[in-house]
């Protein structure tokens, strides 16, 4: 018994019924983001600027998309790779963020995830990083099968973000 209750109340916190709808219509919570937006900066959850809680953002069936939207770690875009999925920046408190200044976290022939999104739709492919960078960074790939080079941003060790894609 308490192993269900827990597990009913860890899906009660990471959604909400819409009032007026169906139980079957639900929602991400702000609060659900926060934590995976601090987790990926390093940072703690009160260093993670407010989401406003009047969002009724679909739930997302994928990870969410977490990179940095600037150089200076104090801003980080979260996005629902799903179809129809949304895009939020999430601001930092200013000097928090740990992953812009941590080692590199894609080197030089690393195997690399390469994320495609827009409007409607995600892909993803693998590749070969060209040059090295941090989380945040904008680094070389080059997908596998091909011989082009596109440039991309560093999500996290191992995961970057075309750029120019939306």
Do not use: Y
Not at 13 to 19: F, G, I, K, S, W
Not at 25 to 30: I, M, N, S
Not at 98 to 115: E, K, M, Y
């Amino acid at each position: 018994m308490k192993i269900v209750c827990t597990t009913f109340l860890a899906a009660v916190m990471l959604t909400v019924a819409q009032p007026g709808h169906s139980r079957d219509q639900a929602f991400t919570l702000p609060e659900a983001i926060t934590a995976t937006v601090a987790n990926f900066a390093g940072v703690g959850t009160a260093d993670v600027g407010p989401i406003d809680s009047r969002l009724r953002l679909a739930p997302c069936r994928q990870a969410l998309l977490l990179g940095w939207h600037d150089r200076r770690g104090r801003t980080v875009t979260a996005t629902c790779p799903d179809a129809g999925g949304w895009r939020l920046f999430v601001s930092i408190a200013s000097g928090q963020a740990a992953a812009v200044s941590g080692p590199a976290a894609v080197a030089p022939g690393d195997a690399v995830t390469i994320h495609f999104t827009g409007r409607g739709f995600g892909i993803t492919a693998t590749g070969r990083a060209l040059t090295a960078g941090k989380a945040g960074a904008t680094v070389n790939v080059r997908p596998d099968g091909s011989k082009g080079v596109l440039r991309a941003r560093v999500q996290s060790a191992g995961h970057v973000v075309a750029e120019g894609v939306q």
